[in-house]
């Protein structure tokens, strides 16, 4: 291949990428770093002196202890992977700016800057607290889902799909019984 077949098989590769999504890259970069920035930064929402967990170390308890510790609903959710009814939580429309905490073991999963309304009537969020949520799939319906837990407790949060907003199309459907939100009222 000479100098100019080569320029010309580059020229035409360059015109399919730029005609392609590559087009749409940059501003999706650019989402990314926001969401980075948000999981980075997510102290930045947690009150002073919140009572919550550093993420040191599981925590395993029997479930006669779980069912001490939590209320009936919670421990349904949290150690039976059960789902609360949809609209049932005031989490899923908690506005104010703060952290959610796993109602288990007190890890903190998610900020007020990651939640949406999903309307769906569950506390949504598209991304979390980095190392947070550990995942798996589940079979309870007759198509597999993918359930997430607390990396700390393993308690049961929710399920993950892929119909959330940009940047991330996640979608974090959280059950608000499993979460238990510290308001930062110490604005400066
Ligand atoms: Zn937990």
Redesign the pocket.
Known sequence: MDRRSVLKVLGTASLAVLSGSWLARPAFAKGEKAVEELQKNWKTLLADGADV?SGAGP?KLSNDEWRKRLSPQAYDV?RKEGTERAGSSPLDHEKRPGVF???????P?FTSAMKFDSGTGWPSFFTTIPDAVQTSRDFKLIFPRTEY???????HQGHLFEDGPEPTGLRYCNNGVALRFIPKTNKT
């Open positions: 967990a925590l949290l905490a796993c109602a288990g073991c007190s890890l999963l837990h607390c990396a700390r407790c393993g308690g």
